[in-house]
């Protein structure tokens, strides 16, 4: 059975997967290079391009079903109501009302309801332009699944575990910005919503904008900064007053007429004035650290009172608030907690998988479709490849053994871009569409960083050998599948300090992808080499792409970015060129 998942918000994406297993998953950015690109703003209502490209070796015919990651408009009013209703009597009394909608009120609050027509009109769209590329709209089932239920499926069905807790949260989706699943033998119940009011998700990113940057895009940088200074005490304790956890359940006062999110009813503008006027007169350093180590207290006391309940060891995580891999290493200190796994596409982008493998499973039995890698976008043939380096007029060699080739340039202290095999599925390059360099350049934050035109106190992260994991990090054990995608954090042993000071954050962190010769063999064997060569496990990965453009995805992305970003060497599947040394 092949079903089409599909979502067409921010991180559009589609998705195909043939009896549970995925065959294909690209965000529409990666052809449009529009970074994030929004199916309902940027030009098109969904994935167009995406959704080309999973159908383009089966047919748009033999397409058997759709999953849309959207409720169905009718339910979603009602849960929205349920939601918002069971929100406002257990929350502070100083709530609000919410002035959007009007007509409707239950104990003097008025309720935002997303419009029914608004959500009709954008499946009515969805359901034109796919009638238009071919697939057999009036005549398949649509399955429509709630937002965070798309979360929840696409942690839980694609883990490497049966019975887990399984936790989403993110800024908004659909009426919730959170939710709490227990997966058992390949079903999953749901335990506890959050309404998007309670939303930690919004506070983080109305730090991201009174920082300067921009929500939705930028949240990275706040983890990055917070690593430079302290939480100041007054703004934690004025975050405790704005947002609590008791008893497993989120309690906030957030006025919505400040409009904390970036969402169409909730929109930042020029007031944002409740966030303005508590962080008045902080450095950005500060107010990064005081809503980073607000945002881990609070995200871990939501979970631990789970974990406690339920008893389980073993916790799976999605939405866009687990792309923040510092709150992953404190889930994974939580007491309790021996397994961790977060979908390599934690934010939005992971909806179509999500959407289609929890449409599939509501009619089959689960048997386990974990991964050990995530290149399910395009990839380019050698004959392709070695036409564009002609018609490019590109001087280019073709080595015996490209890998040993690729090792000796990194070992002389070169930099070099990769582009091999699958596109990446998910926000992190890991190692297809990568730019590597040795580790040992504790100045690399400073040039490389001016010569991508990327901010200089993010950290660049490492690939290491899997073998030498335990060398070079501490508290492996239980992440040791979900390090494979970059998800997580860890502290660095003293020998990765003095090793790799280029990866180490000023905190004693980094975040690494495993390598392996079974998620990435051309990888592997290039890390391999280098190791023999020098003796250390790691190099640099930062992502192939130009500044604020999402990372490459095709054979002329790729000569162009190496172009613009002149750099030292650039292997293009079985081909080195190079470039400005």
């Known amino acids: 059975m092949n079903i089409l998942g599909l979502y067409d918000g921010h991180n559009t994406s589609a998705a195909l997967i043939s009896d549970g297993k995925i065959l294909k998953a690209v965000e529409e950015e990666r052809f449009s290079r529009v970074k994030n690109h929004d199916g309902r703003v940027d030009g098109l209502c969904a994935p167009y391009d995406s959704v080309k490209y ?33 929100s406002v009597r257990q929350g502070f009394s100083e709530r609000i009302k919410c002035n959007e909608i009007k007509g409707l009120s239950v104990d003097g609050y008025d309720i935002f309801l997303y419009p029914l027509k608004t959500q009709s009109d954008r499946i009515d769209k969805i359901k034109l332009w796919l009638k238009e590329a071919g697939v057999q709209v009036d005549q398949i089932p649509f399955y429509y699944i709630n937002h965070h239920l798309s979360h929840v499926a696409s942690a839980y069905y694609t883990s490497p575990y049966n019975d887990a807790l399984i936790i989403t949260l993110d800024g908004k989706g659909d009426d919730l910005c959170g939710m709490v699943a227990i997966g058992r033998s390949g079903k999953t119940e749901v335990i506890e919503k959050v309404n998007y009011i309670h939303s930690i998700g919004h506070i983080y990113s109305a730090i991201t904008v009174a920082c300067g940057f921009k929500a939705l895009r930028h949240e990275g940088k706040i983890t990055g900064l917070a690593a430079y200074a302290k939480p100041d005490p007054e703004l934690m304790k004025a975050f405790r007053e704005l947002v609590q956890v008791r008893d497993g359940k989120w309690y906030s006062k957030l006025n919505m007429k400040n409009k904390l999110g970036p969402y169409p009813h909730t929109l930042f503008d020029e007031n944002i004035t409740l966030i303005r006027e508590l962080v008045n007169g902080l450095s950005r350093e500060t107010m990064s650290a005081t809503v980073q180590k607000i945002t881990e207290e609070l995200v871990c006391e939501f979970i631990e009172y789970y974990v406690n309940k339920y008893k389980d060891k073993t916790v799976l995580l999605a939405g866009g608030v687990f792309a923040n891999v510092k709150i992953n290493q404190r889930v994974h200190e939580i007491d309790g907690i021996e397994n961790i796994y977060i979908h390599p596409a934690m934010n939005d982008a992971g909806l179509s998988v999500g959407a289609a493998l929890g449409a599939y499973y509501q009619d089959h039995n689960y048997n386990g479709c974990s991964f050990d890698n995530v290149f399910f976008g395009p990839s380019y043939g050698e004959s392709e490849i070695e036409a564009l380096l002609i018609k490019e007029n590109i001087e280019y060699t073709k080595p015996d053994d490209i890998s040993v080739e690729v090792a000796k340039h990194l070992a002389e202290g070169k930099v070099i871009a990769r582009f091999d095999g699958g596109l990446e599925y998910g926000s992190r390059s890991l190692g297809n569409r990568s730019i590597l360099y040795q580790t040992t350049d504790n100045k690399v934050n400073d040039w490389l960083n001016k010569k991508l035109d990327r901010t200089e106190f993010m950290p660049f992260a490492p690939i290491t050998l899997f073998e030498k994991r335990n060398s070079c990090y501490l508290n492996v054990e239980g992440t040791e599948h979900t390090a494979q995608f970059m998800t997580i954090t860890y502290n660095c042993t003293e020998l990765m300090k003095n090793q790799s000071p280029a990866v180490v954050h000023i905190d004693g962190t980094a975040r690494p992808q495993f390598v392996s010769e079974s998620n990435n063999p051309g990888l592997y064997s290039i890390l391999t080499t280098y190791y023999e060569m020098t003796g250390i496990p790691s190099l640099i990965n930062t992502s192939f792409n130009v500044h604020e453009e999402p990372i490459v995805c095709t054979p002329s992305d790729a000569i162009k970015s190496f172009r613009t970003i002149q750099l030292d060497y650039l292997q293009i599947g079985s081909f080195i060129v190079k470039g400005y040394i």
């Open 54 to 86: 999973c159908i383009s070796n089966i047919g748009a015919n033999n397409i058997d079903a759709i999953a849309l990651a959207l409720e169905k408009p009718e339910i979603l009013q009602k849960n929205a109501i349920n939601s918002y209703i069971d």
